[in-house]
């Protein structure tokens, strides 16, 4: 199966940035793929920023122009920088992967979760 390991978050200012990490490990075949999402106290999941192994990001639009996803395929690992974070930008932040396993099967994946804190 798939591991997934999101690090990079925690508590900022307003007006600050943080970058998000997530690792994907374990016994993946390739990953079409990777991107996250976040959940505010609440409120359902809602995509952040989705990125293709080609390099073509979406963005949720309210995001767009504040946060930039990247990844790198070579060490299986998505980003996800953060900048002029809002308080309403505080929120669980997801990892979520789709992978392709050995058996040729895809399935979607989700990282624990990572909190984020926007506060004066």
């Known amino acids: 199966q798939v591991q997934l390991v999101e690090s990079g978050g925690g508590s900022v200012q307003p007006g600050g940035s943080l970058t998000l990490s997530c690792v994907a490990s374990?016994?993946?075949?390739?990953?079409?793929?990777m991107g996250w999402y976040r959940q505010a106290p609440g409120k359902e999941r809602e995509l952040v920023a989705r990125?293709?192994?080609?390099?073509?990001?979406t963005y949720a639009d309210s995001r767009q122009g504040r946060f930039t996803i990247s990844r790198d395929n070579a060490k299986k690992t998505v980003y996800l920088q953060m900048n002029s974070l809002k308080p309403e930008d505080t929120a669980v932040y997801y990892c979520?992967?789709?992978?392709?396993?050995?058996?040729?099967?895809?399935?979607?994946?989700w990282g624990q979760g990572t909190l984020v804190t926007v506060s004066s």
């Open positions: 979520n992967v789709v992978a392709t396993l050995p058996n040729y099967l895809t399935r979607q994946f």
């Open positions: 374990g016994t993946i075949f390739s990953i079409t793929v």
């Open positions: 990125i293709t192994s080609s390099g073509l990001a």
